[in-house]
C-alpha cells in the first residue's frame, strides 16, 4: 500500500511531512515527491500547516507519523488546524487490524473525532480508493479542516495492484442567503464608526476585490493601520533608565 499511498501526485501534493516511520515516505520519494523529515509530530504538522495556509489551501498538504507515540504527540497540531480551519490530510500508522481498538492501546478514532473534520481507517487494501475519495472531498468541501486516514501497520505492507478506479471529487462550496448577503452590503455601506481588519482588506485585495465603488470612509478605514500601544503606562521609568 505505502507504492500506492492514493497517488498524492495526482490530487496537487508536491511534498510529504513525515516523521519516522512510515511506508509512505520510501513510496512518495520513489514518485518524485520528497519527504520532509521533521524533528517532533507536532512540528511536523505545523510545518505541514503552514504550506496549506501560505497556497490558501489550493495545495493539500500532508503529514504521516508513526501508530502509538507517534499519534499522540500529533494531537496538539491536529486540534491546531481544526480551530483555524487548516486542510491538512494526516496519515498515521496505526496498530495491527485486531490490536487497534484494544485497551490500554492508543485509539486514534476515540481521540482525534473531536479535532478532525473526518476519520477513517484502511482495513483492506482495496479500500485504499474510496477512502482517500471521500477525504479529498472532505478536505475539498466545505469549511477547510484536517481530515485523518489510519493505515495499520499490518495493511501498510500490502501493495495495491490498481488505483485506476481513482475520480477526483468535485469540491463543494456552500453559499449564503443572496438576501441576506443584500442586507449586510447595504448596512456596510452605511457609517457606523466601525473598521473591517486589515488582514480581511488584504484578502480581499488578494481575490481581485475593488474597493473603488466603496463609500470613502470605509476606504479610510481599511487602509488605516492600526496603532501599537505598550502595556504598561509611559509614567513607569523603565529599569535601564537612568535615575534623575
Given at each position: 500500500m505505502g507504492r500506492c499511498g492514493g497517488n498524492p501526485e495526482a490530487r496537487g501534493t508536491e511534498q510529504l511531512f513525515t516523521f519516522p516511520s512510515s511506508p509512505l515516505i520510501d513510496a512518495c520519494a520513489e514518485l518524485g515527491i520528497p519527504p520532509y523529515i521533521c524533528r517532533q509530530e507536532r512540528?511536523?504538522?505545523g510545518m505541514a500547516d503552514g504550506y496549506s495556509r501560505a497556497t490558501s489551501g489550493r495545495k493539500v498538504s500532508v503529514f504521516a507519523m508513526q501508530s502509538g507515540p507517534g499519534s499522540e504527540n500529533a494531537f496538539a497540531g491536529v486540534a491546531t488546524t481544526f480551530a483555524d480551519s487548516t486542510p491538512v490530510l494526516i496519515i498515521p500508522l496505526g496498530l495491527q487490524k485486531e490490536r487497534a481498538t484494544l485497551y490500554p492501546n492508543f485509539d486514534s478514532a476515540k481521540a482525534f473525532s473531536s479535532v478532525t473534520k473526518s476519520f477513517?481507517?484502511?482495513t483492506a487494501p482495496e479500500l485504499v480508493v474510496p477512502v482517500m475519495r471521500r477525504s479529498f472531498a472532505q478536505l475539498r468541501?466545505?469549511?477547510p479542516g484536517p481530515v485523518?486516514?489510519?493505515v495499520p501497520i499490518d495493511v501498510g505492507r500490502i501493495e495495491v495492484d490498481?488505483?485506476?478506479g481513482y475520480m477526483s471529487p468535485t469540491a463543494m462550496r456552500s453559499a449564503a442567503d443572496p438576501a441576506a448577503v443584500d442586507n449586510?452590503?447595504?448596512a456596510f455601506s452605511r457609517p457606523s464608526g466601525r473598521s473591517s481588519s486589515?488582514?480581511?482588506a488584504s484578502c480581499m485585495r488578494r481575490r481581485g476585490t475593488s474597493f473603488s465603488n466603496w463609500p470613502s470612509w470605509s476606504r479610510r478605514q481599511l487602509r488605516q493601520r492600526p496603532v501599537a500601544r505598550a502595556p504598561f503606562p509611559k509614567t513607569i521609568r523603565s529599569a535601564s533608565a537612568p535615575l534623575a
Amino acid at each position: 500500500m505505502g507504492r500506492c499511498g492514493g497517488n498524492p501526485e495526482a490530487r496537487g501534493t508536491e511534498q510529504l511531512f513525515t516523521f519516522p516511520s512510515s511506508p509512505l515516505i520510501d513510496a512518495c520519494a520513489e514518485l518524485g515527491i520528497p519527504p520532509y523529515i521533521c524533528r517532533q509530530e507536532r512540528v511536523g504538522v505545523g510545518m505541514a500547516d503552514g504550506y496549506s495556509r501560505a497556497t490558501s489551501g489550493r495545495k493539500v498538504s500532508v503529514f504521516a507519523m508513526q501508530s502509538g507515540p507517534g499519534s499522540e504527540n500529533a494531537f496538539a497540531g491536529v486540534a491546531t488546524t481544526f480551530a483555524d480551519s487548516t486542510p491538512v490530510l494526516i496519515i498515521p500508522l496505526g496498530l495491527q487490524k485486531e490490536r487497534a481498538t484494544l485497551y490500554p492501546n492508543f485509539d486514534s478514532a476515540k481521540a482525534f473525532s473531536s479535532v478532525t473534520k473526518s476519520f477513517e481507517r484502511i482495513t483492506a487494501p482495496e479500500l485504499v480508493v474510496p477512502v482517500m475519495r471521500r477525504s479529498f472531498a472532505q478536505l475539498r468541501s466545505g469549511r477547510p479542516g484536517p481530515v485523518m486516514v489510519e493505515v495499520p501497520i499490518d495493511v501498510g505492507r500490502i501493495e495495491v495492484d490498481s488505483i485506476d478506479g481513482y475520480m477526483s471529487p468535485t469540491a463543494m462550496r456552500s453559499a449564503a442567503d443572496p438576501a441576506a448577503v443584500d442586507n449586510a452590503s447595504s448596512a456596510f455601506s452605511r457609517p457606523s464608526g466601525r473598521s473591517s481588519s486589515p488582514a480581511k482588506a488584504s484578502c480581499m485585495r488578494r481575490r481581485g476585490t475593488s474597493f473603488s465603488n466603496w463609500p470613502s470612509w470605509s476606504r479610510r478605514q481599511l487602509r488605516q493601520r492600526p496603532v501599537a500601544r505598550a502595556p504598561f503606562p509611559k509614567t513607569i521609568r523603565s529599569a535601564s533608565a537612568p535615575l534623575a
